[in-house]
């Protein structure tokens, strides 16, 4: 199977902007292994800015576009060796490519990130994407990484697109809110209801629910399936992958 799993900030970087090696690890591994067993993978990590923070000893995050775009791009560099370091460990090379909205919107640069991811794949290679903070403005950003994996995972024509966030997926409000919140497990329409669950946006990460409907409906539009679930345990992909029920699963109809 082809599919494409991003990682939100949450999940990647403690509170205070330090690594979660715990998480990282055991994502990385799980990776590994399900490359191993033949499955095509993309990832689409956040956290480059949250790991910038904690690298230059930030306590809070920049405010500013130089601030910001100079952030992630200390911290990119310190989130691709994480990945080298832990992939490496099984022998899988990773590949880093920066985007930004606007190689979406061109067919000549779509065409090329396809190509070239479709070489790192052959390859056996594992493409790690994000988005190019550095030169990126909101003009030509795509704004958030929840969207961005649903434009990866309908140029790369995945099956499959796993949001790994600090949750176990949606929820019918937000749980830090409201203790009666109920998990929904599976969502075949985007309906009124639904968009109203997603109101709340996140912490550390920048979309909360609502970046993720908006995937969700990219995903769901192009016949492609979404989840979210947990990142806390990585080991779910495999009962993903198995079809299990597992965090919010977002059908297509096909
Ligand atoms: P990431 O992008 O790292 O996955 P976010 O912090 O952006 O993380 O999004 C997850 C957060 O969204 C949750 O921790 C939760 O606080 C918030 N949230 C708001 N509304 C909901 C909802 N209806 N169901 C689940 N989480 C929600």
């Known amino acids: 199977m082809r599919l494409v799993i991003k990682i939100g900030t949450s999940t990647l ?16 591994r799980v990776v590994a292994d399900l490359k191993n067993a033949g499955h095509e993978l993309v990832l689409v990590s956040s956290g480059a800015i949250a ?17 910001k775009q100079a952030t992630a791009a200390v911290g990119q560099c310190e989130l691709m060796y994480a990945y080298d370091k832990l992939f490496s460990e099984y022998n899988h090379t990773v590949a880093q490519i920066l985007i930004t909205g606007d190689d979406f919107e061109e067919a000549n640069r779509r065409f090329n990130f396809r190509n070239t991811v479709f ?21 030509i950003s795509v704004g958030d990484n929840d969207t961005l994996a649903a434009l990866v995972s309908k140029s790369v ?30 969502v075949t329409e985007l309906s009124g209801g639904i968009i109203a669950a997603a109101g709340g946006s996140g912490k550390l990460g920048t979309g909360g629910m609502e970046t993720k409907l908006k995937a ?5 539009e192009n016949g492609i ?10 080991d779910l992909l495999y009962g993903i992958l198995e079809n299990k029920k597992i965090g919010t699963r977002f059908i297509a109809s096909k």
């Not at 790192?120 to 403005?137: A, F, K, M, Q, Y």
């Not at 949750?167 to 998990?183: C, F, K, R, V």
């Open 216 to 220: 969700a409906a990219i995903c769901m």
């Open 119 to 139: 070489r790192l794949l052959e390859s056996g290679v594992l493409p790690i994407v994000n988005e190019n903070d550095t030169v990126s403005t909101d003009e």
């Open 51 to 67: 790991m910038g923070m904690g690298k230059l000893g930030l306590k809070f995050r920049p405010e500013d576009m130089p601030g």
């Open 157 to 186: 024509q995945a099956e499959l697109l796993v949001l790994l966030s600090d949750i176990d997926g949606l929820y019918t409000s937000d749980p830090s809110e409201d203790s009666n919140a109920q998990l929904i497990s599976e």
């Open 13 to 28: 970087v403690h509170s205070n902007g330090k690594p979660n090696i715990r998480h990282l690890e055991r994502l990385c």
């Open 225 to 234: 399936d979404m989840v979210i679930a947990n990142g806390g345990n990585p």
